[in-house]
């Protein structure tokens, strides 16, 4: 029996927006980029990786997906084979024509992040202006018919604009806010000193939030989990992080077990075997290559 994963494909290692907290391991500066591998070269690594693993679900990510010109071409790919996908994107770049075309294409739900809902600070943080179209973005993909979550990704800069971006997402429409804390994983390492919060700071902010009086329109998701020296009943109005198993291909063909991590294994090995990408799957996260492996968690 195959064990069951999701997959989270950085299909694209570019990126038209600056994020100061990105986690890509190569906005470090200590690592290169993976080079985009051929689309059919790709598409046979994946398929070789289809053939071990029960794949539950594929997060088509980057960098930017939409950069990538074989993106409708990933999510017929990933359609034919019954895999729900959803797109992770800053919605830069999806017009309602773009969005309207993945939708028709089998693609399952889009994810966009909105980092405040004051105009200036969203863009501060995504390194770029962008908030009109990240507001195109979310009405192009509830239009498509698409479900939409928006992505919180709290810092010490933001950490009182969640009530902001729970009003928008009402506003529009939208009933999930995935909500990260920051991580010091690729840019954010170089940024830490400006953005990071503790576990305790994040739950203190989400108390004064007071998003109890949003339950039952909008939930709100742990995308990151929170270790707590007290319990705080805030927590129980949000759906807990879900600590499934997940694996990470990149742009060029490489698998590894976290987004954050910079060891991998090429899945275009010559006498590559089923055993062979199983152990490597197998093999615990070492400390400081991904945030939930230095908290024991499963990533």
Not at 2 to 17: I, M
Request: one cysteine or more; charged letters at 20%.
């Amino acid at each position: 029996m195959k064990q069951p994963f999701k997959l989270w494909f950085e299909l694209e290692s570019r990126c038209n927006l600056r994020c100061p907290f990105c986690f890509n391991h190569w906005k470090s500066g200590a690592s290169v980029a993976p080079a985009r591998s051929p689309v059919e070269k790709l598409k046979k690594s994946i398929t070789t990786l289809l053939e071990v693993i029960d794949c539950t679900q594929v997060a088509l990510s980057g960098g930017e997906p939409l950069l990538n010109p074989e993106l409708p071409a990933w999510v017929d790919f990933f359609a034919r084979k019954n895999i729900p996908s959803i797109l992770t994107t800053n919605g830069f770049l999806l017009s309602q024509e773009k969005a309207t075309l993945l939708s028709g294409l089998g693609l399952g739900a889009v994810q966009i992040p909105v980092l405040s809902g004051d105009r200036a600070l969203h863009d501060k943080l995504s390194g770029r202006p962008c908030w009109e179209q990240t507001i195109r973005a979310l009405v192009a993909s509830r239009t498509a018919g698409l479900p939409v979550s928006i992505v919180f990704v709290a810092t010490r800069e933001n950490l009182g604009s969640l009530p902001g971006v729970l009003s928008m997402a009402r506003t529009l429409g939208i009933r999930r806010i995935i909500f990260n804390r920051f991580i010091a994983s690729g840019a954010g390492v170089i940024n830490a000193p400006a953005l990071q919060v503790t576990d305790e700071e994040v739950v203190s902010a989400l108390e004064s939030s007071k998003i109890e009086l949003y339950v039952g329109e909008v939930e709100i998701s742990l995308g990151v989990p929170l270790e707590l020296s007290r319990p705080s009943p805030i927590l129980r109005t949000m759906r807990p992080s879900e600590h499934t198993a997940q694996i990470t291909v990149d742009a060029s063909g490489a698998v590894k077990r976290c987004n954050q991590a910079v060891s991998s294994l090429s899945l275009a090995t010559p006498g590559l075997t089923r055993a062979t990408i199983l152990e490597a799957l197998g093999q615990p996260l070492k400390s400081g290559e991904c945030y939930c492996a230095d908290k024991r968690l499963e990533k």
